[in-house]
């Protein structure tokens, strides 16, 4: 069962990413211990955290799609969707600190959103749920 999730992973990074063979076969080898933890039936959260450009959306793509292929719901949230509006960034750069007008800055980020989209999931409440995706 490895070798054959370990088989689909390759093929769907050699697919989707432009990844070395090195770096294909690495994150394809995390996919069956990711899979055993996902083996039941209670909602999930996964957490993959590094640098910018380390792999991090193309893992959670890849481990999306394995889920998915077998017939288990998955849904990707990206911190770069999570952050305050224009609106709400601007009134805090007007009476805190002009750096909070940029999005990434420490401090603009929309917990409150995130926090209650992590629970709506956890708990299976998906009727009105809309997950958000920031346009770069």
């Known amino acids: ?3 054959q999730i370990i088989s689909e992973a390759e093929n769907w990074l050699k697919r989707s990413t432009r990844l070395a063979a090195h770096q294909r076969a690495s ?3 995390l996919i069956p211990s990711l899979i055993r933890l ?3 039936s209670r909602p999930r959260v996964v957490g993959i955290a590094g640098p910018p450009g380390s792999g991090i959306s193309t893992l959670a793509r890849l481990l ?6 077998r017939r288990v719901t998955a849904a990707v949230l990206s911190l770069d969707d999570y952050y305050l509006t224009r609106v709400e960034r601007k009134a805090m750069a007007e009476g805190v600190h002009p750096l909070f007008a940029t999005r990434g800055v420490p401090g603009t980020h929309d917990l409150g959103l995130l926090i209650n989209d992590l629970d709506c999931l956890l708990s299976g409440q ?7 995706r920031f346009d770069k």
């Open 1 to 3: 069962m490895n070798q």
């Open 27 to 29: 994150l394809a080898l």
């Open 38 to 40: 996902l083996s039941d």
């Open 64 to 69: 999306k799609a394995i889920v998915i292929s």
């Open 126 to 132: 998906l009727d009105e749920l809309v997950l958000p």
